[in-house]
């Protein structure tokens, strides 16, 4: 048999996905003969009439499902294109072309209406009235311009006939997705250089052969929507989840993160749904894959909760094989910090379960008269053991930035002795805050050198790591800046913790490594809008001492607006929440696509309660393992733990007055810049659970609502 590629398009997976159940053992038996030889005779390729692309056949799968693949005159890559009904298939093949672009050479299906070009209608999407006259909105670009960055000729009519940003979202469905993008970022005032970045283009002189599609196939932006399939079970991993794309197809910026070759720390930022995590788990099986050279050579993988980084092995099972995965440890900062002090013999207890309190309490006692005692708790939380201070020295020198009642000498000296005697308390009693095992772990590394099997570590949700914790994770690598030794992602939009960072001064060098994603591909551009609206207004930081924004932040999904739904009384709200699951259900959409998401875990019990009362499976997401997949029920959540999660609905419930923000988080607040720092902990918390849903958000609540929602409306 001839060296045969044979590709899957990601069209071709949501085909398959729609396909009955009892029809898709049908669809894979095909698929698995068909990968193997496609020239088999038993094979039949049919011509479509009327098909505009002459190279779309159909085979047949069964007596009434066909599939659709390109099979090419001369050549030896085949691909696999669609799969439904006989009728719909061949519809589909006659308003579809295949080609290679003459300028950026990515393989493109290009839709069309009845075969022909469609044309702008010239109405605004926000009204419906006619658009005056005017400039169409690319018109400084040229069409040579507007080529080179993978429009396609064909398309070009349809491109001039655009005035508005709306017009251009209406006509997204037409457009091939580095072509749509390209023409959003002109928009958004991107010069043509830096849409070449974004798209990953590279523009050294390349003659385009528009009949090579095994070349094409190897190009980022083909390999966005198309996957050559190497082996059976590489077929039926895709198969086996084929809505969960970001397994196979990535955008080529994520891409070029994955792959890419540092001389130091990489910082990678990103909005929620522009798949962050999704890099970061690539780039450990392509570093396991193609960086390490020693048998020995390990990689850490690790996350601030126990319960991400349960979800994140999880996934890693999906994509990466067996002896990729031994030389991948996954494991939570805290997890690990016991393991690795329990190894050293380490003489003290880490206080994870606020053991040390009746010692602060006595500590307390040697506060000045008058002095607020949350006010000298928070101190200590947010100044000195982040700062890693042990004296009254070092105490007059730290900085106070964030904290907003300020202290002067004098004051601090008066203070000093309560955190003087708790540390001697906790030595006393052989006890550890976790900060301080965090500093001792640092120490033990610094002392006894190069002793840990890492050659690469990644670090997922960066924001809510901290100072002390990246301090660390900088030694477990020591001699500074090294290839390929550091990766973090994070989003300081979705900080739930306390815990701001600068990395430069954790030692770990970015400039010039630090990079940005700015396609969001998890949640519709209406509920992403929605979301981003609940931050107006707070300026959030880059993870480096600079500040990061949310602009040219775009979502390739268009849908629904989110509802915000108000009930009278809590029983109100849950029955209503019941009708819409059971309504749900009835049409044969699973409850474990949706998720109900709460501020707390008592009132997540409430809803719990009554969804049980209501004859509706429920399934509770705990905080330290991942979930399971293929449990059945209605998923419910907390704010914290549905972070890094998501589902096809989200349902947050619950977002009352006193709930939303909580009450109880402002009331140990001493002063308004302490409780704005936990109103915007609280609109992140929001912010991420509304980003949790891939398409339809429900908010609701019940007697009073939470102001947020009054604010930015229904």
């Avoid at 799968?61 to 006989?86: C, F, T």
């Avoid at 197809?249 to 130091?264: I, K, S």
């Avoid at 396991?288 to 996350?303: K, P």
């Avoid at 590394?445 to 990246?470: S, T, W």
Wanted: proline share 4%; net charge negative; glycine share 6%.
């Amino acid at each position: 048999m001839p060296d045969v590629k044979v590709a899957v398009s990601d069209q071709f997976l949501e085909a398959f996905s729609q396909v009955p159940k009892n029809k898709q053992k049908k669809v894979r038996r095909f698929m698995t003969k068909f990968r193997q030889d496609p020239t088999l005779p038993g094979i039949n390729y049919e011509s479509i009439e009327g098909a505009k692309d002459p190279k779309l056949r159909s085979v047949r799968v069964d007596q009434s499902y066909r599939g659709i693949v390109m099979a090419p005159d001369e050549g030896n890559v085949y691909m696999l294109l669609w799969v439904d009904k006989h009728d719909d298939a061949y519809q589909w093949a006659r308003n579809r072309i295949v080609q290679i672009h003459p300028e950026t050479g990515s393989l493109q299906v290009i839709p069309m209406e009845e075969g022909e070009v469609p044309v702008s209608n010239g109405e605004s999407a926000d009204t419906g009235e006619e658009e005056e006259e005017g400039e169409d909105l690319f018109a400084e670009h040229r069409d040579r311009e507007l080529t080179r960055l993978g429009v396609p000729n064909e398309l070009m009519p349809l491109v001039r006939s655009i005035r508005t940003e709306e017009q251009l979202d209406d006509l997204q469905q037409y457009l091939p997705e580095e072509a749509y993008e390209a023409l959003f970022l002109l928009a958004a005032g991107y010069t043509q250089r830096e849409v070449d970045n974004e798209l990953a283009y590279s523009r050294q002189q390349e003659d385009v052969d528009t009949d090579d599609y095994q070349a094409a196939l190897e190009r980022p932006n083909s390999q966005r929507r198309f996957a050559v399939v190497e082996d059976d079970e590489e077929m039926e991993r895709m198969l086996e989840a084929p809505l969960e794309k970001w397994r196979v197809f990535l955008h080529p910026t994520q891409r070029r993160l994955v792959t890419m070759h540092a001389n130091g720390p990489v910082r990678v930022l990103g909005g929620a749904g522009t798949g962050k995590t999704v890099v970061a788990m690539h780039r450990a099986v392509w570093l396991a894959e193609n960086f390490f050279t020693e048998a020995s050579d390990q990689l850490l993988f690790t996350t601030f909760t126990r319960n991400l980084a349960a979800d994140i092995k999880e996934n890693l099972r999906l994509i990466g094989s067996p002896s990729v995965l031994e030389r991948i440890e996954v494991v939570n900062l805290d997890a690990w910090i016991s393991r690795f002090l329990g190894q050293q013999d380490y003489e003290y207890t880490i206080d994870y379960r606020g053991e040390a309190e009746d010692l602060w309490e006595k500590a307390l006692m040697m506060a000045p008269e008058g002095r607020d005692r949350t006010f000298l708790r928070n101190e200590w939380e947010q100044v000195i053991q982040p700062n890693g201070i042990r004296s009254e020295k070092g105490y007059m020198r730290v900085s106070r930035i964030g904290r907003g009642t300020p202290l002067q000498r004098s004051a601090r000296a008066e203070v000093w002795p309560v955190f003087d005697e708790y540390q001697s308390l906790l030595n006393e009693h052989k006890l550890r805050e976790r900060l301080g095992a965090l500093r001792d772990a640092r120490r033990i590394l610094e002392d006894e050198g190069d002793i840990l099997p890492y050659r690469a570590i990644l670090v997922d949700e960066a924001q809510d790591m901290g100072k002390q914790a990246f301090k660390l994770i900088r030694q477990m690598i020591p001699g500074g800046d090294q290839e390929n030794d550091i990766f973090i992602v994070g989003d300081a939009h979705q900080r739930i913790y306390d815990r701001q960072v600068v990395l430069k001064h954790c030692g770990i060098n970015i400039v010039g490594r630090g990079r940005k994603l700015r396609v969001n591909y998890r949640t519709t551009e209406e509920n992403r809008q929605w979301a981003v609206g609940l931050l107006e207004g707070a300026e959030y930081d880059d993870l480096d001492g600079g500040t990061d924004d949310q602009e040219v932040y775009k979502s390739l999904m268009q849908g629904e607006e989110p509802r915000v739904e108000t009930f009278d009384t809590f029983q109100d709200e849950a029955e209503a929440i019941g009708e819409y699951l059971q309504q749900r259900k009835n049409d044969g959409q699973p409850l474990r696509d949706t998720c109900i998401i709460a501020r707390t875990k008592s009132l997540l019990d409430n809803y719990s309660g009554a969804l049980r009362a209501a004859d509706l499976s429920t399934y509770t997401i705990q905080k330290d393992r991942a979930e399971d997949r293929s449990a059945s029920g209605v998923r419910l959540a907390t704010m914290h733990r549905a972070k890094g999660l998501e589902f096809e609905r989200v349902i947050i419930a619950g977002v009352t007055e006193g709930m939303v923000p909580l009450d109880k988080a402002l009331a140990g607040a001493e002063d308004e810049a302490t409780r704005e720092q936990i109103r915007k902990r609280e609109r992140s918390l929001l912010y991420v659970s509304v980003t949790r849903a891939k398409r339809e958000v429900i908010v609701t609540t019940h007697d009073t609502p939470s102001p947020w929602l009054t604010s930015i409306g229904d």
